[in-house]
């Protein structure tokens, strides 16, 4: 079954523990991001990656990391959370045939005290 | 800046009757456009998408309406069925550009009643 897979899906950490929520996708998809998803204000992208080794800043990339060291995973690093970043995460892959038609994980859920 | 615009944060429909779902836009660059519906505790599912040289695209119970003069673009469900019922976000990308992201609107909460 194709599919986008987030890990974990609830999180409560506390402010400055570094944290780690993996993606992975099993379509072979070249194009992979994260977004995060907040009341009010849609779904905001933070990172993509066009291929491994290839990534860029989103519209919201502050206090975040990524890597793309292998073509189906796409972890999503906090390296010193903070409150503002409580939010639902989603990790969303598309082929370079379908760029905008993107697949996306069942999110995460963040909470940061 | 909001460049994808969902004005109406809910629609309560009947059974049987038209949902019609509205978003606006504002980003002149953007070419193509697509709808996601999301069910609570899932991630978005790609519903139906349209490109700017089209004005219809029709999927089944689904069609996607674009007027690119007035940057309006309108999905509507015929008959609506008690499982459309979720929220329904709007969502725009400029194809070739540096990055495919999607820009995505507020969302609009959907609800079929039986």
């Known amino acids: 079954e194709a599919q986008v897979t987030q890990n974990p899906r609830y999180l409560i950490t506390v402010t400055g523990k570094k944290l ?41 990339p502050e206090g ?18 903070s409150p503002n970043q409580t939010s639902l995460y989603f990790c969303a892959s598309s082929s ?15 909470t940061v005290v | 800046d909001q460049q994808v615009k969902q004005n109406s944060p809910s629609l309560s429909v009947q059974e049987g009757r038209i949902s019609i779902l509205n978003c606006d836009y504002t980003n002149s660059m953007f070419d193509y456009f697509l709808w996601y519906k999301k069910y609570p505790a899932e991630g978005p599912t790609f519903l139906i998408s349209i490109s700017s040289i089209k004005d219809k695209n029709e999927d089944g119970r689904f069609t996607v309406f674009l007027n690119k003069s007035a ?30 992201k999607l820009t995505f609107g507020k969302g609009t909460l959907l609800t079929v009643n039986p």
């Open chain 1, 20 to 60: 780690t929520v993996t993606c992975s996708q099993n379509m072979n998809h070249e194009y992979m991001s994260w977004y995060r998803q907040d009341p009010g204000l849609g779904l905001r992208q933070i990172y993509y990656s066009m291929n491994v080794e290839v990534t860029d800043k989103g519209d919201v």
């Open chain 1, 64 to 81: 975040y990391k990524v890597s793309r060291k292998e073509k189906r995973n796409f972890p999503l690093i906090l390296e010193s959370p």
């Open chain 1, 96 to 110: 370079v045939r379908q760029l905008s038609q993107a697949f996306f994980g069942q999110g995460t859920r963040l």
């Open chain 2, 71 to 100: 940057k309006h673009l309108s999905l509507h469900i015929v008959p609506s069925q008690p499982g459309d019922s979720a929220v329904y976000f709007c969502a725009a990308s400029v194809l070739g550009g540096s990055n495919y």
